[in-house]
């Protein structure tokens, strides 16, 4: 990883963001073929035009961007960790993959191995994120089923004997503790990841090869409540899902980036 040393915000920031695919054109990369062949044709105007797409900022990611610092204070206060504000990483390979991260932390060896990613939403939201991640999946209607095959795999996985004529509903009366069902695809990511940021959060992990972990802070100084105020939860490199993440998110990636340069070969002009 390559650290860039600017300021978020500056006119500096936003010509390194420029033809770049950063945290939130991920999800972009990972979407529809429709929305792709958008991001690309955004992507070839900005290096034809030399200018940075313009995207409007509501009063609520004014509110967001303005707390954010009280944020890291309070992240800092609450668990004891230095956060270093870093203006752009850039992959140590792949210089048109970027990533402006909300803080990295050092451990004793003095490598970033942890890092902080900051949401500052709206109340409401905030309280869904904490229902998603503490109250049971199967009570918020997040849990699916287990289909028979299913089913059937974990019992015999727990060598529990069954009618192998049995009926769904029956075959499940038999599950042991602790298996309720499968998270549905609204389900938090890595069971702590509001799936919105789940792309986002993947970047990190691309980016910076070192990092072991990634805290997700969501914080909204409008509650009353000084506990209620910020709320963190993590994410480790090597939880399954996040694994199996980064490997489709850096298949994906060459692909978008061959077709990118294919189709800019063809619409630029060849001497640009």
Same mark, same amino acid.
């Given at each position: 990883?390559?650290?860039? !040393?600017?300021?978020?915000? &500056? ?9 770049? @695919? ?10 529809? #073929? ?14 034809? &035009? ?8 509501? /009063?609520?990611?004014?509110?967001? +961007? ?21 203006? /752009? ?5 792949? =210089? ?10 050092? +451990? ?12 500052? *939403?709206?109340? !409401? ?13 199967? #009570? ?13 795999? @974990?019992?015999?996985? +727990?060598? $529990? ?6 009926? !769904? ?23 702590? @990841? ?11 992990? $691309? ?5 072991? !972990? ?5 914080? =909204? ?5 000084? =506990?209620?105020?910020?709320?963190? &939860? ?26 990118? /340069?294919?189709?800019?070969? @063809?619409?630029? *002009?060849? +001497?640009?």
């Amino acid at each position: 990883m390559k650290i860039l !040393k600017l300021e978020q915000g &500056t006119q500096e920031w936003h010509d390194q963001r420029r033809c770049s @695919i950063t945290g939130t054109k991920l999800k972009v990369v990972m979407g529809t #073929e429709d929305a792709q062949r958008t991001l690309i044709a955004e992507l070839i105007a900005e290096e034809g &035009t030399e200018l940075t797409k313009e995207h409007r900022t509501s /009063m609520e990611m004014e509110r967001g +961007n303005g707390e954010e610092e009280f944020a890291v204070k309070r992240f800092e206060s609450q668990t004891a960790k230095v956060v270093d504000r870093v203006g /752009m990483c850039q992959h140590e390979i792949h =210089d048109w993959i970027k990533l402006s991260p909300d803080g990295l932390i050092k +451990n004793k060896k003095g490598k970033y191995t942890e890092a902080l990613e900051i949401k500052c *939403p709206d109340s !409401k939201k905030l309280i869904l994120y904490k229902i998603e991640n503490m109250v049971p999946l199967i #009570e918020t209607g997040l849990m699916a089923d287990y289909t028979v095959a299913e089913t059937k795999k @974990i019992l015999d996985d +727990n060598k $529990i004997e069954y009618d192998k004529k049995a009926k !769904k509903d029956e075959l499940q009366s038999h599950l042991p503790a602790g298996y309720d069902g499968t998270p549905k695809s609204g389900a938090p990511f890595c069971g702590s @990841i509001p799936q919105e940021y789940k792309w986002q959060v993947v970047h990190y992990f $691309i980016v910076v090869k070192e990092l072991e !972990k990634l805290h997700f802070a969501t914080y =909204d100084e409008r509650f009353i409540a000084e =506990d209620i105020k910020l709320y963190i &939860t993590e994410v480790e490199r090597t939880h399954p899902e996040m694994e199996q993440a980064i490997k489709e998110a850096e298949e994906q990636l060459q692909e978008f980036r061959a077709k990118w /340069m294919r189709w800019r070969d @063809i619409v630029l *002009p060849n +001497n640009f």
